[in-house]
């Protein structure tokens, strides 16, 4: 949990853009990491099990009949800590990094889970395709248009 608890938040509210909703996934997850603590000499990569589970149970959230998707609080980098800068330059920078976010949030899932792992849990291609069970070349293709997606989501905002 103090090793991936923060990342795998983060993870889950890209995806069910609630935080409540994310906190009750990583808590699920951390269940089922408990349960498969026996067979952890099993997995391969422990990183990309642990997002794999993650991804998965948020996609089971969404798809779930239960849940009524709404946007709510677009805030995904309230926990990244600022360096020392002046009052304004930091409410600037949060200004500057809540927009990013919430243009973010805006793509559709395939390209927000790629630009998440990519940017920002700073995986590299190969890792997000062991992740996703996607080729590396779909990965690459989805952060491209992704870019382009969110480059022009930013510039229709401003």
């Given at each position: 949990?103090?090793?991936?608890?923060?990342?795998?938040?983060?993870?889950?509210?890209?995806y069910?853009?609630?935080?409540?909703?994310?906190?009750?996934?990583?808590?699920?997850v951390?269940?089922t990491c408990?349960k498969e603590?026996e067979?952890?000499?099993?997995?391969?990569?422990?990183?990309?099990?642990?997002?794999?589970?993650?991804i998965?149970?948020?996609?089971?959230?969404?798809?779930?009949?239960?849940?009524?998707?709404?946007?709510?609080?677009?805030?995904l980098?309230a926990f990244?800590?600022?360096?020392?800068?002046?009052?304004?330059m930091?409410?600037?920078?949060?200004?500057?990094?809540e927009f990013?976010?919430?243009?973010?949030?805006?793509?559709?899932?395939k390209?927000?889970?790629?630009?998440?792992?990519?940017?920002?849990?700073?995986?590299?291609?190969?890792?997000?395709?062991?992740?996703?069970k996607?080729?590396?070349?779909?990965?690459?293709?989805?952060?491209?248009?992704?870019?382009?997606?969110?480059?022009?989501?930013?510039?229709?905002?401003?």
């Amino acid at each position: 949990m103090n090793q991936y608890g923060e990342k795998l938040m983060k993870l889950s509210y890209n995806y069910t853009k609630d935080w409540g909703l994310a906190e009750d996934i990583v808590q699920d997850v951390m269940v089922t990491c408990y349960k498969e603590y026996e067979n952890l000499d099993k997995i391969v990569s422990f990183k990309a099990w642990i997002y794999r589970i993650t991804i998965n149970k948020c996609k089971d959230v969404l798809k779930s009949s239960i849940i009524k998707r709404v946007i709510a609080d677009s805030n995904l980098l309230a926990f990244t800590k600022s360096s020392e800068l002046t009052p304004e330059m930091t409410i600037m920078k949060r200004s500057e990094e809540e927009f990013l976010s919430a243009c973010v949030l805006e793509l559709s899932i395939k390209y927000r889970e790629v630009i998440t792992l990519f940017y920002y849990e700073e995986l590299s291609i190969e890792e997000i395709s062991e992740i996703l069970k996607i080729n590396p070349n779909t990965i690459k293709t989805r952060l491209s248009r992704a870019r382009i997606k969110l480059k022009s989501l930013m510039e229709r905002w401003r």
